[in-house]
């Protein structure tokens, strides 16, 4: 089959949500590819389904909130050895829900100083740098 590269990469929202100059990390489960890892909440999208829907799908699904989208802030491409990734990270507020560990081992609300303490999945490293630069005191 002829598969061109960008039919091979996976589309993954991710929801960047910031409240009080803290942002929103989620843990993986261990028993989940790359677990243990902190991220930012989301996902794959399903086909055919656009990112916003996704992103909203996403954390309901994982961890019972609602957010207003405010806008995509960069997508990063990333390869696992597995694959490419295509991260669409969006800056987001809460708007809604109390969190739920539905799908997550555990959730951190982490001060903009502190990101370098946890270990985030390495395709997020620029949406780490931009927070860390966007709110350096
Ligand atoms: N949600 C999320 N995924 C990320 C981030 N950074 C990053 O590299 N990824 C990667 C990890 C996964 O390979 C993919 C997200 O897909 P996912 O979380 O739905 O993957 P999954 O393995 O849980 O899905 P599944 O195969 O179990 O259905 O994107 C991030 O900040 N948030």
Known sequence: MNTTPSERTTIVCAAIIIDQ?????????????????????????????????A???ELR???????DIDRLLES????YEWGTVR???????????TIKHLEVADHA???FD????????????????WLKKQYQP
């Open 21 to 53: 100059h803290k942002v929103l990390l989620t843990l993986r489960p261990e028993d989940k590819r790359l677990g243990g890892y902190w991220e930012f909440p989301g996902g794959k999208l399903e086909p055919g389904e656009a990112a916003h829907a």
């Open 55 to 57: 992103l909203h799908r």
């Open 61 to 67: 699904e994982e961890i019972d909130i609602r957010v």
């Open 76 to 79: 990063v491409h990333y390869s």
């Open 87 to 97: 991260i669409d990270g969006f800056l987001c507020r809460l708007a809604g829900g």
């Open 109 to 111: 609300w982490v001060p």
């Open 114 to 129: 502190q990101l370098d303490n946890y270990r985030i999945l390495p395709a997020d490293k620029p949406f780490i740098e």
